[in-house]
T-cell receptor, first 115, second 115 residues
Framework: EPEVTQTPSHQVTQMGQEVILRCVPI?????FYWYRQILGQKVEFLVS????????KSEIFDDQFSVERPDGSNFTLKIRSTKLEDSAMYFC?????????????FGEGSRLTVL | AQSVTQLGSHVSVSEGALVLLRCNYS??????LFWYVQYPNQGLQLLLK??????LVKGINGFEAEFKKSETSFHLTKPSAHMSDAAEYFC?????????????FGAGTRLAVHP
């Protein structure tokens, strides 16, 4: 069964460093998303991406964040200068262009720890 | 704006007992509703979804949920809890499945199952 894959599964970084989280969405999906979950809290929407541009972003997704689809398969989330409060699990998700589902398929997540 | 409220951040049941996890939503348009499950240190897995049609939907692992428009609810139930059901459960709403519409998640309910 096709799945969304994310790397790395866990990254530890120093405050102020740049981090890139990578995702390979399901191959025939066209909508891509990043969510984050701070430990013990709810899953929060960060950004959606379609047709090589951001469709929507939340207030969390400030100038420190960026997304990119550098090739036909990868979808990346970059945090330019990490802060302690960026420590969280980051989930990538993708969605098929099908008006009858609306289901997002999630990856296993990348846990980011900022020291 | 859409929102999801999950009553009870923690629910504890005995093995074999009924599981009832509550979810109420707010949406200005007919909602599409989802339940996702998150096992420890794993990603989000779709349990079931309601889009249109039958208001009682069945999902994986014996779970089901009923969409009640009059009550703006989408409660998740399982007749008999199993130890393996211990996980965090998230209710989510989307305005419509088409386009890049995101899912808005509730705060989650952690289900504990005791022998």
């Amino acid at each position: 069964e096709p799945e969304v894959t994310q790397t790395p599964s866990h990254q530890v970084t120093q405050m102020g460093q740049e981090v890139i989280l990578r995702c390979v969405p399901i191959s025939n999906h066209l909508y891509f998303y990043w969510y984050r979950q701070i430990l013990g809290q709810k899953v929060e929407f960060l950004v959606s991406f379609y047709n090589n541009e951001i469709s929507e972003k939340s207030e969390i997704f400030d100038d420190q964040f960026s997304v990119e689809r550098p090739d036909g398969s990868n979808f990346t989330l970059k945090i330019r200068s990490t802060k302690l409060e960026d420590s969280a699990m980051y989930f990538c998700a993708s969605k098929y262009v099908d008006a009858n589902t609306g289901e997002l398929f999630f990856g296993e997540g990348s846990r980011l720890t900022v020291l | 704006a859409q929102s999801v409220t999950q009553l009870g951040s923690h629910v504890s049941v005995s093995e074999g007992a009924l599981v009832l996890l509550r979810c109420n939503y707010s949406s200005s348009v007919p909602p599409y509703l989802f339940w996702y499950v998150q096992y420890p240190n794993q990603g989000l897995q779709l349990l079931l979804k309601y889009t249109t049609g039958a208001t009682l939907v069945k999902g994986i692992n014996g779970f089901e949920a009923e969409f009640k428009k009059s009550e703006t609810s989408f409660h998740l139930t399982k007749p008999s809890a199993h130890m393996s059901d211990a996980a965090e459960y998230f209710c989510a709403v989307s305005e419509a499945p088409g386009g890049y519409n995101k899912l808005i998640f509730g705060a989650g309910t952690r289900l504990a199952v005791h022998p």
